[in-house]
């Protein structure tokens, strides 16, 4: 009687039932990175959403979190284009205004520079972005003393991505480090004030999200 024996190949890949485990192992493990990447923005969250110890509140508005466009932007004031994973991995104040720059949009500049900068040892976790709305180069003087500063070419679905965002240029915008924006910080002519507010806002979800430590110059 002749029998017909089907040996496995090396990799075992005419075996059903390993094939089977092989899948349910590579699911299982593109699940873990998910979680690894959400969760410590997710704790974050956690803390203004849910977790309020009696006292404490947050200084900034929290939005609904919108994610910004995928497709980039082109540089502004001789800087290269400005892509969305650019602003991955890290917390960042964004402000959106016209080239000329004018009060409100200079007391924007100023107060995020100061809360990264109260950031110390953390502030390279935290990145700033000018978006210039409309025509023309915002002029050197208004950004001298912001070094660091992307600087790129709002079009209009990133400007659509910013809930509450004034003409002026006076809102300060927070993304967190997946690429949304989650809170705002309205202009406010107490720059101080607005300064310590965001800075608090910032340590906060600096100690609860672990995502950019260590990662960044």
């Known amino acids: 009687m002749n029998a017909t024996v089907a040996f ?3 990799d075992g890949s005419n075996d059903p039932q390993r094939s089977a485990v092989a899948r349910r192992r590579a699911r299982r493990t593109l699940m ?6 959400v969760l410590p923005v997710a704790a974050s969250y956690f803390t203004f959403h849910v977790w309020q110890p009696q006292g404490r509140v947050n200084y900034g508005t929290l939005i609904a979190p919108t994610p910004l466009p995928a497709q980039g932007l082109p540089g502004a004031g001789g800087q290269p284009a400005l892509s969305r994973t650019e602003l991955e991995g890290q917390w960042t104040l964004l402000v959106a205004a016209p080239a000329s720059c004018e009060a409100a949009c200079a007391r924007a500049l ?3 520079r100061q ?6 040892k953390e502030l390279s976790r935290v990145g700033r972005v000018y978006l210039v709305t409309g025509a023309g180069e915002p002029a050197a003087d208004r950004l001298r003393g912001h070094e660091g500063l992307r600087l790129a070419r709002a079009d209009a679905a990133w400007v659509d991505a910013l809930p509450g965002a004034d ?13 949304n924006v989650m809170m705002r910080f309205a202009d406010d002519p107490d720059t ?5 507010g965001i800075t608090k806002d910032l340590q906060r979800l600096l100690k609860y999200s672990a995502l ?3 990662s960044r110059e």
């Open 167 to 179: 003409a002026e240029g006076g809102t300060v915008f927070l993304v967190d480090p997946l690429g």
């Open 115 to 120: 809360a990264r900068l109260a950031q110390a």
């Open 32 to 37: 873990l990175l998910a979680l690894v990447t």
């Open 8 to 10: 496995p190949t090396a």
């Open 192 to 196: 101080i004030r607005t300064a310590r």
């Open 110 to 112: 100023f107060v995020s």
């Open 212 to 214: 950019g430590r260590g």
